[in-house]
C-alpha cells in the first residue's frame, strides 16, 4: 500500500469514528444498516456496516474497515466467552475455510497496514453497537482465525469492573469478554428505558450506566432483564446498598442514609425516593427486571442495612 493509499484508508476510518463519537454523544447506541449507509465520510460515500456477511471491505478502499458478530438468543447470549483467549485477545473466525479469500484478505490488510476497524455488535432487540477502533494483531492461520485486540483505547462509557477482578489470574480475559458483553448490553438497557434512569427518570446519556441486577462477578446475565439504566448517583447508591429496589419495581433508601442530614443532593436525590415506585420502566413486559433477580439482590440490600 502507497503512502497516499495509506493515508486515505486512515482519513476514512477516523471520519467514521468521530461519526460514530458524534452519534453517542447524541445518545445514539444502537445502528441500523440503513442508518450507517450513504454517510460521505473524508469525501467518499460510504457504508459503515457489512449487508451480508461479517467482513465488510468497501469498494473504495484495499482493506477491510469493520466486522460483525450478530446477536444469539435463549442460552447463548455469552457468545463472546468462548472465543477469548487465556492471553486476553479475542479471536475472530475468517470466512469459510479459505484464508485467501477476498475478505479474509481485506482483513489481513487491516492488520499488516495497522488500519483500526469498527466490530459491530449484536443487540439483543434488534441493530448494533459499535465497538471502535479495534486492531486485528496477528492471525492463526491453521485455525482459520484473527486475534483481535479491543484495549487500545478506554471506552469512557463502559463500566469498569470491580478491584476483585485483578486478583484473578486471567484477568485480561475476564476483562476482555466483560467489555465485549457490555458494550451491547448497554446499548439494549437505554434502549429499553428509553436513555432515562429508571429511578429519578433523568435523561442524559453521558451520564446514564447499564447496571446489572445480578451482578456479573455472581454470574448476571447481560441480558436486558438482567439490566437497569440508572443515572450515575444512582447506580453507584444502588451497588453501595444504599439504595434498593423491591421485587415490585419500588425504592428504598437504607435507614440510616434516610436520617442523614445534608444538602439538597441527599434530600431530593436520594431521600426524596423512599417509597416511590420506579419511574421509567420498559414499555414491553418482556423487557422488565427479573423479579426473582429484584428479590435476590433486594435481599443483599436488607442484610447491608
Ligand atoms: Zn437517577
Redesign the pocket.
Known amino acids: 500500500m502507497s503512502p497516499d493509499e495509506r493515508l486515505r484508508e486512515l482519513a476514512v476510518r477516523h471520519a467514521a469514528f468521530a461519526w460514530l463519537d458524534s452519534q453517542r454523544a447524541a445518545g445514539r447506541e444502537t445502528f441500523s444498516q440503513k442508518d450507517t449507509t450513504n454517510l460521505t465520510l473524508a469525501g467518499e460515500s460510504i457504508r459503515l456496516m457489512p449487508t451480508q456477511q461479517g467482513i465488510w471491505k468497501p469498494g473504495q478502499l484495499a482493506a477491510a474497515l469493520a466486522i460483525r458478530t450478530v446477536y444469539r438468543p435463549d442460552g447463548s447470549d455469552r457468545p463472546y466467552d468462548d472465543a477469548v483467549g487465556t492471553d486476553g485477545f479475542y479471536r475472530y473466525k475468517m470466512r469459510g475455510d479459505d484464508p485467501h479469500h477476498f475478505q479474509n484478505r481485506a482483513l489481513r490488510t487491516a492488520m499488516h497496514e495497522r488500519l483500526p476497524l469498527i466490530w459491530w455488535l449484536g443487540v439483543q432487540g434488534g441493530g448494533y453497537s459499535a465497538l471502535y477502533p479495534i486492531y486485528l494483531v496477528s492471525e492463526e492461520r491453521t485455525q482459520l482465525q484473527f486475534v483481535v485486540d479491543i484495549d487500545t483505547v478506554p471506552q469512557p462509557d463502559i463500566i469498569w469492573p470491580s478491584t476483585e477482578l485483578e486478583l484473578d489470574p486471567s484477568y485480561r480475559q475476564q476483562l476482555t469478554k466483560l467489555r465485549l458483553h457490555q458494550r451491547p448490553f448497554r446499548a439494549a438497557v437505554l434502549r429499553a428505558y428509553r436513555t432515562s434512569?429508571?429511578?429519578?427518570?433523568?435523561r442524559h446519556s453521558d451520564l446514564l450506566d447499564a447496571a446489572h441486577i445480578q451482578e456479573d462477578s455472581s454470574g448476571g446475565r447481560p441480558v436486558v432483564t438482567n439490566g437497569l439504566t440508572?443515572?450515575?448517583?444512582?447506580?453507584a447508591a444502588y451497588d453501595r446498598r444504599i439504595l434498593g429496589i423491591t421485587p415490585t419495581y419500588e425504592v428504598r433508601i437504607n435507614a440510616k442514609v434516610l436520617e442523614e442530614v445534608d444538602g439538597p443532593m441527599l434530600r431530593h436525590?436520594i431521600q426524596e425516593f423512599h417509597g416511590k415506585r420506579l419511574m421509567v420502566l420498559p414499555d414491553r413486559r418482556t423487557d422488565r427486571p427479573d423479579r426473582s433477580l429484584l428479590e435476590e439482590r433486594f435481599q443483599t440490600f436488607l442484610n447491608a442495612s
Not at 197 to 202: D, E, H, I, L, P
Open positions: 434512569c429508571a429511578v429519578c427518570s433523568f440508572l443515572c450515575k448517583m444512582h447506580h436525590g
